[in-house]
């Protein structure tokens, strides 16, 4: 990919970073025939075709969401029997196009029903963006347990090409995440920080502003209360 990224960032020296990685993961050679089922749209967007990137660049129109919030009645953390409310924010990256059309299904528990799961805009300039809310709204039923991941899939549909993206949430999660000087850790009721279990499944790891991502996968906190006893958490 960093090769390819210098070959197309040469031809065109005026196009941003965002626009650059754009082109090359739209200009892809399609394996979606290739794989097993249940894995399309998981394998990211195709093979990468360098040839495609430097002759079919700039004029193909692509939008992606850029951002998300799920939102409930109080703490914006999903919980069993909430209401949730999806609001995204999608942006034009490439061409301009005429229409942008938006749908969100629940990949993870099909009986899920979200209201109003399609919405249609406009025309879009290039690197033009919209928000999207009070469309995609849906209830988590009782059947949901303690940590389990909700997920939804965005496809974004431009004039010329549809992108699939994926948000996966924990519901009524068993940790909390802070945020705090630079670093990004989740911590449970029994002292596990990063992620709260040995296959990563719970948390957010340990993630420090400068430094990146998975700095730690999982560790505990134990207090000594004594010379000869610790107390663990």
Do not use: W
């Given at each position: ?100 059309e938006v749908s969100v299904f629940c990949s993870s528990h099909p009986e899920i029903s979200i209201s109003k799961n399609n919405f249609k805009h406009g025309p879009l300039k290039t690197s033009e963006s919209f928000s ?90 134990m207090i000594g209360v004594s010379d000869t006893k610790l107390s663990d958490v």
């Open positions: 990919l960093n090769l390819d990224f210098v070959f197309v960032q040469k031809q065109n020296p005026n196009l941003s970073v965002e626009q650059i990685r754009e082109i090359i993961t739209t200009n892809i050679k399609d394996i979606s025939a290739n794989l097993i089922n249940g894995s399309q749209d998981k394998m990211g967007s195709g093979r990468l075709d360098i040839n495609k990137a430097l002759t079919n660049n700039i004029n193909t129109s692509s939008a992606r969401m850029i951002s998300y919030s799920l939102e409930d009645q109080n703490n914006k953390i999903p919980e069993i029997g909430e209401s949730i409310a999806l609001n995204l924010s999608i942006k034009n990256i490439l061409a301009n196009t005429n229409t942008c999207v809310s009070d469309s995609f709204n849906f209830k988590i039923p009782q059947s949901f347990k303690i940590d389990e991941e909700l997920v939804l899939k965005v496809v974004i549909k431009t004039d010329d090409i549809s992108n699939t993206q994926y948000i996966i949430q924990n519901v009524s999660p068993s940790y909390s995440v802070t945020n705090l000087n630079n670093i990004v850790a989740a911590v449970n009721s029994k002292g596990n920080i990063a992620y709260t279990d040995l296959s990563r499944g719970g948390g957010e790891g340990l993630t420090h502003k400068n430094f990146g991502s998975d700095l730690l996968y999982h560790s505990g906190l």
